[in-house]
């Protein structure tokens, strides 16, 4: 006899577990199905970005930072720290136990809700139903009255470029290595290329970064993509814009890279090449020809604005559908679908989703940028406050970068934040509830900000908007 649930999620990631969670919560009696496997060979829940995405990477992204600290920075302090040594094994045991910690914390989480967790492969059939193959024993059949996709994304792999999990490799693989490598290659300037680049460089490794766009962070505002290509540049990341890779070839000793770039045929030799050009939805097996389901041009599943699929009762959220591929549109996708199922008023501003690098410096950003606003046609004005002239940021010696503020001229209202420079990732967050409540310039100007605090940076950029700032000359 086959089981039934109220709702049936497929995939476990940050948005999967978090619709499971939150249908549970709704008294719904709920089923999350999800076949992810470790190296090591065990499953766990949490989909790439616990186990090999968000979490492993600022985890090692703050291990390298503090090493790299203690080796050039400490000493303006007055800390005299000897001879600095990095414990590469050590350095990945923790990061393998924060993983550990947060993956078994899903499924104390299921427990605590009453979501069941079901470890293997689930696939959508037609009427609603769920052939669910777990990891041992057979297969059945669940029914389910909503079912949600949520089966994430997976890195893109280049013809030219085939991962051997061993000279080229993809972020997972670069996430996990054992030793420094004396050269590497990264091809892709986004997120997960300098995220990468930067823990690696900072650990000793001569990092070459290739990317395609002749626009270094094309996604980003032009002043903060300036400002963090040249504080990059600083750090020795070697970024070679218009770069397009024709060949990568292993060998024994590393992998020869060839690309074509403003000055003809080029190559490089490095001991290993990481690609991060991207990442793909993963769909493969996720259901039944008949199941009613349909994929656009690339791959993606078609949804509507509330992530409903053209199947009845079948949603889809996260990676596998249009839309940035961050974890916290994909969790807030999760909530969302769980409401309108539970009978909610429930809906997502994707306008004003926040983008993250945890570089050094960290680059954020909610809204429009100034190229956007300018194009759309909007009268706006804009005001920025440079870290240098932050209390807080000289006293964690980071001066570098500013907050930028892009406002309607018309009614003030804010269109965009756009910041490069310490605790960027936090910073924005008072941005991106600004523009949820369509708030003005005018508003953060007259909200007290504690002093000293980074914070003050965003005030100080709201009043530049309208050449008040109180700590830095006006334009």
């Not at 496997?37 to 291990?63: M, V």
């Not at 292993?250 to 045929?265: F, I, L, P």
Request: glycine share 10%.
């Amino acid at each position: 006899m086959s089981r039934s649930f109220d709702v049936v999620v497929i995939g476990a990631g940050p948005a999967g577990y978090i619709a499971a969670i939150r249908a549970a919560q709704h008294g719904k009696t709920v089923a999350c199905i999800d076949e992810w496997q470790n190296k090591d060979g065990k499953n766990a829940f949490g989909g790439t970005c616990l186990n090999a995405g968000c979490i492993p990477s600022k985890a090692l992204l703050e291990s390298s930072e503090l090493y790299h600290k203690a080796g050039h920075e400490f000493k303006k302090h007055g800390i005299k720290t000897g001879n600095v040594e990095m414990d590469i094994a050590a350095m990945q045991k923790r990061r393998a136990g924060i993983v550990r910690q947060l993956t078994g914390g899903i499924a104390g989480l299921f427990k605590a809700n009453k979501v069941e967790g079901l470890v293997g492969h689930g696939k959508l059939l037609k009427n609603k139903q769920v052939e669910f193959t777990p990891v041992k024993g057979d297969k059945e059949i669940i029914a389910a009255e909503h079912i949600i996709l949520a089966s994430g994304s997976a890195p893109i792999e280049l013809p030219i470029a085939k991962f051997d999990d061993d000279r080229i490799i993809d972020s997972w693989g670069a996430l996990e290595l054992d030793a420094v490598p004396k050269t590497l290659g990264v091809v892709g300037a986004g997120v997960i290329g300098l995220e990468l680049g930067s823990v690696w460089a900072r650990l000793g490794a001569d990092v070459t970064i290739l990317e395609a766009m002749d626009d270094f962070l094309f996604m980003a505002d032009r002043d903060v993509a300036k400002v963090a290509a040249g504080d990059f540049k600083k750090q020795g990341l070697d970024i070679k814009l218009g770069a397009k890779v024709s060949k990568a070839t292993a060998g024994k000793r590393g992998v020869t890279v060839e690309y074509e770039d403003k000055d003809g045929a080029q190559s490089i030799e490095v001991e290993k090449l990481v690609v991060a050009v991207g990442r793909r939805p993963v769909t493969d097996g996720l259901f039944a020809d008949d199941a009613g389901i349909q994929l656009d041009e690339r791959g993606f599943i078609v949804v509507d604005d509330e992530c409903r699929t053209r199947v009845k009762g079948v949603y889809a959220v996260g990676d596998c559908v249009r839309g940035p591929m961050l974890a916290h549109k994909g969790s807030e996708e999760g909530v969302m679908v769980a409401d309108l199922i539970a009978g909610e008023v429930a809906e997502m501003n994707y306008d004003v989703i926040p983008s993250v690098l945890y570089t050094n410096p960290e680059i954020a950003w909610t809204g429009k940028t100034e190229e956007e606003v300018k194009k759309s046609g909007i009268a706006y004005k804009t005001g920025q406050f440079p870290f240098m002239a932050s209390g807080r940021a000289k006293a964690m010696e980071q001066t570098s970068g500013f907050v930028k503020i892009i406002s309607s001229k018309e009614d003030d209202e804010i269109l965009g934040v756009h910041i490069v420079g310490p605790m960027a990732g936090e910073l924005i967050s008072e941005a991106v509830l600004a523009l949820e409540f369509s708030a003005s310039t005018e508003d953060i100007q007259r909200t007290i900000h504690a002093h000293p605090s980074l914070a003050e940076a965003v005030h100080e950029a709201a009043l530049a908007v309208d050449n008040k700032a109180l700590n830095f000359p006006n334009k």
